[in-house]
């Protein structure tokens, strides 16, 4: 007996000696490059900027609703705003209001870099109009931050990155690298004028691109648990996208005598059943290697000890994680019922019953497994399931040891040395998807700060940047170029 006890106990110390050098031998996988100077950004730059957002370049839901004289006149304006860019950079429009702008390298050897923005926006619902601070489409500027829609997605990219090439076009820079901008203009309804037909025309030239940037990410200040510096994340990774509609018709009649089941009652049990058996939880790769990059940086011991091992921590790391809906949206592929429509008068019971349901999978579980999942799960034939019209797999995770995310990387350092940088897997979807035939190498993150209070404001109420902060994001983009392109200044 005293025999077993022993080899348990020292069983048990090994275990705990493994945990406790594994955490001890965590590494920081931060690079730090020396701080660069922190070069002036004009004013003008600024007032560019909040001129941008007066020009409510807005997608609807109905294209009826679409204005193109909008568009046509944002065109305008970037044309005369940027005049080097658009004397000294070969502009290609796509479908009318997509922009391409080529930057031509000196080395043809080496691959192209694309960096993409969107220069449409959401509307703003009439009855919140009194609400924002200042008009959503007035581009104020007070209290020392630039006010309106599009401030933080995603004028920021297209006017950050047009600012930082005009800026580096002033200094007669020439890069070795070919570098494109491309701005889509329908990325809030899918991105299939813009970003899918820019990608059909790069590819049309054979554009075989390094690493493509988009939004999806930023800087997080206090946003990821256990962590007290604010933290940069770039999206390695995006969910994948699928509606199913599902429907079904069964007898109706007078709700005076109604059939023991009726299409109300079936559809309604298989949304139940829908939602009371969820996805599987997993670690997918972008989480995995969040874990790897931010899990060194964690301010507490026990959250470094559980990143550190965690396939002895999986489950804590998980339970912990999902208590939260957005760190739940981390760890599985996610159910949401959206539209649930039946009946028309309160006396009749109605023949039809549908609902439509949207997820959003993890890399790793594609399409077909969730029509799957979901025909298993529901296990009534009566009910026929359909899939919605945009539908998008989720892409695989792209490499945090590529050019580009050490490019990314280092350029995040050196304009902003304090914050920690991670990859991580992007929950909603970016245009940035319809770019995999032209590279594995795909990045989202813009340089703003990301807090509790701001992340409300994302296709919300009060829109806002702080001048500094959009100051920050054209040296960011300048310096990305400069890192990317490999110049010869
Ligand atoms: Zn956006």
């Known amino acids: 007996m005293k025999k077993i006890l022993v080899t348990v106990l020292i069983l048990f110390l090994v275990f705990v000696a493994y945990v406790v050098v594994n955490t001890f031998t965590f590494s920081s996988k931060q690079i730090q490059p020396d701080p660069v100077e922190k070069i002036a950004v004009p004013e003008t730059a600024v007032g560019n900027f909040s001129r941008s957002l007066t020009y409510p370049t807005v997608s609807h839901e109905d294209p009826a609703d679409f204005d193109p004289e909008v568009f046509y006149a944002f065109r305008e304006f970037l044309k005369e705003t940027y005049p080097l860019s658009d004397s000294l950079l070969e502009l290609t429009y796509i479908n009318e209001f997509s922009m391409i702008y080529k930057w031509q390298g000196s080395d043809p050897s080496l691959k192209p870099v694309i ?279 989720a892409p695989g995770s792209s490499s945090v040891r590529s050019f580009g995310y050490e490019t990314i990387h280092v350029s995040i350092k050196e304009i902003f040395p304090h914050v920690a940088v991670a990859p991580n897997l992007v929950l909603g979807a970016t245009d940035s998807r319809h770019y995999y035939p032209l590279t594995d190498d795909i990045y989202r993150f813009v340089p703003f700060y990301l807090d509790k209070d701001n992340i409300k404001t994302f296709h919300g109420i009060d829109e806002h940047i702080a001048v500094e902060d959009f100051k920050d994001a054209v040296r960011f983009y300048r310096q990305l170029i400069l890192n990317a392109s490999v110049g010869n200044e």
């Open 115 to 393: 960096l993409m923005g969107h220069i449409d926006v959401v509307p703003v619902p009439e009855e919140d109009l009194d609400k924002w601070s200042a008009p959503p489409f007035s581009g104020k500027i007070m209290d020392g931050k630039i006010w309106g829609r599009g401030a933080i997605d995603d004028k920021i990219s297209v006017i950050g990155n047009l600012e930082a090439v005009e800026m580096l076009l002033g200094e007669n820079y020439s890069p070795r690298r070919t570098v494109y901008l491309c701005f889509g203009h329908d990325e809030e309804i899918g991105g299939y004028q813009g970003a899918v037909a820019i990608v059909q025309h790069l590819k049309d030239q054979n554009v075989s691109a390094e690493f493509v940037l988009d939004e999806g990410f930023a800087i997080t200040r206090g946003m990821v648990p256990g962590m007290e510096r604010d933290m940069a994340l770039i999206g390695t990774a995006e969910k994948g996208f699928l509606t199913l509609e599902m429907s079904i018709t069964l007898e109706g009649g007078h709700s005076s005598m109604p059939a023991r089941e009726t299409a109300v009652d079936v559809m309604a049990r298989a949304v139940v059943k829908l939602k009371d058996n969820p996805f599987p939880s997993e670690l997918s790769q972008p989480v995995q290697d969040f874990m790897a990059y931010a899990g060194p940086e964690m301010s507490t011991f026990v959250s470094r000890m559980a990143f550190a091992n965690p396939g002895i921590f999986r489950s804590l790391i998980i339970n912990n994680l999902q208590q939260e809906p957005s760190g739940n949206a981390l760890v599985r592929t996610t159910t949401s019922p959206t539209i649930f429509r039946a009946g028309i008068k309160d006396n009749i019971i109605p023949t039809q019953a549908r609902a439509t349901v949207n997820f959003r999978t993890l890399p790793g579980t594609s399409i077909a497994d969730v029509r799957d999942y979901v025909t298993r799960t529901i296990d009534d034939e009566r009910i026929l399931i359909k899939e919605g019209p945009f539908n998008s797999e």
